[in-house]
């Protein structure tokens, strides 16, 4: 006797069979139990999630002498008959190769005549979509007022490309994709009644693998089946067969493209490629690893929305902490725009290999969220004491003088530092440097002595402040740069040129140089957050407001203590009004 594949096998032969489609099986059994069957209905949906057994049993049950609950009863001569595939009153077509204007005017002329035997003649129609305009229209006339002996039960993958005018003549059921537990319990119940020997690990890399087809699952368990015949069909086996690869490939990927190791990545692609692994299902898998990384970072107990064992999910979380979520989203929208190219590519490798050095090197993509990473990167390594090269002027170079001898005075030039004593010196340093005054507004650069653009050759004006708002102040404007990072994605675009003045006791104003980026920070969502935000991470209550900056307006303003500027440095001082 020949073989028979394990998805003809165990195909679903009554409604208590079928898995994970309850919200259907229990409407069509009402059905058959009231009486009140339809004439038309569409059975839409992915593949393998049972659109076409359900459809035969629905044809068996209509026309079955002894219907349980709904259900066909499986002994009667109509269903043996059915079963068998001798009846004359179900008829199963293939659109997809019989798709012309002819055959649909066959079934026309086939309805005209009533059953010889049992109740219903059911015409299921496989794959609907694929029928010609010509063949739609045909049908139409017939499905609208059919005989009331004749039901069309019409299935498809594809229902955007039914005409409206079908679908409104049929009652419509969505089958959902079956859940990976589901397909893991049909699983065991298959293996152990086929005394099939298989770990538990690769009965859920299976059921996952499947992507919610229970027919897709059948396939590959017989695939692997005929590959270790008579062994224990291991986790690692699974693997081998259909090429996929282990999470801890993924982990060591994603930490070398965090890292910028470009050569690591490559050969890690290198050992993917040895060792017969399926590239665009290496890449898919990637992605899905990504995008369970961004649900660890972004949601409340997103434990339950990651399907992976424990030791699993301790490596992911410790890996979503090596970077934030703008980066994980380009990583994600780099390697979809890549499996999408795989589809139809010859040289699949190299088109990853350029994938792999985009993620790997963000300066060479010119978008705004590479920019943003190059950026984090570069404050980073300022945060870590590695200054790049280049990044700040030398003593001197700085037209009007600023840094003549000044270490970090900012706007104050050397001379003008020279007899203000260390502490005072250290006062300006953390008001006017380039952290503390404009941190991202101006590329990080010092203020020039003349002012920023648009204040030539105007000194700076020193305003004195109460000693409890300096503090404030300069605790936000040295820690400006880590809030808005820390805050994410959502603002920090908004806040990269923003200034911090005070407003106040206990009240800051951020200042917003671009009028789109200020519609952005002033909601009070946003002000709201950074509030909260301050308060738990430095313990301070501070209360923020918004403005926008005016033309022209200095951007070199100092703020000092009056004592301090007083006993310091012995100039006249102007007092800023609240």
Known sequence: MSYTALYRKWRPSTFQDVKGQDHIVQTLKNQIVSGRIGHAYLFCGTRGTGKTSVAKIFARAVNCENPADGSPCGQCPACRAILEGSSMNVVEIDAASNNGVENIRDIREQVQYPPTEGRYRVYIIDEVHMLSIGAFNALLKTLEEPPGYVIFILATTEVHKIPVTI????QRYDFRRIPAETIAARLKQVTETE???IEDKAVT???????GAFRDALSLLDQCVA????????YDNVLDILGAVDQTI????????IGGQTKDCILLLEEMVMQGRELGQFINDFIWYLRNLLLIQTAEDAAGLVDMSEENLRQLEEDGKLTDGSSLMRFIR??????NQLRYASQKRILIEIALIKLTKPQMEANIDSLLERIEQLEARVEEGIVPAGAFPAAGQVPGG?????SAGGALSGAALAGAGTEAAAAFAGNAGAAGVYPGGFSGAPAPAGGYPGTPETPPRQVAIPPAQLEDLNLIRNEWGNIIRQMGMSIRPSFRDTVVEPSGDSCLCIVFSDPINYAIGNRPSVIGSLERFVAEKYGKTIYFKTRQRETGERANTIYVSDEELKEKIHMDISIEEE
């Open 167 to 170: 679908l409104s003549r049929c």
């Open 195 to 197: 005394g099939i020997s």
């Open 205 to 211: 890399y299976l059921s996952k693998a499947a992507d």
């Open 227 to 234: 590959f270790h015949f008579g062994e224990t069909l291991t």
């Open 250 to 257: 993924f982990s060591r990927m994603f930490r070398a493209v």
């Open 334 to 339: 780099i390697l979809s725009e890549l499996s």
């Open 402 to 406: 600023a840094f003549n001898g000044a």
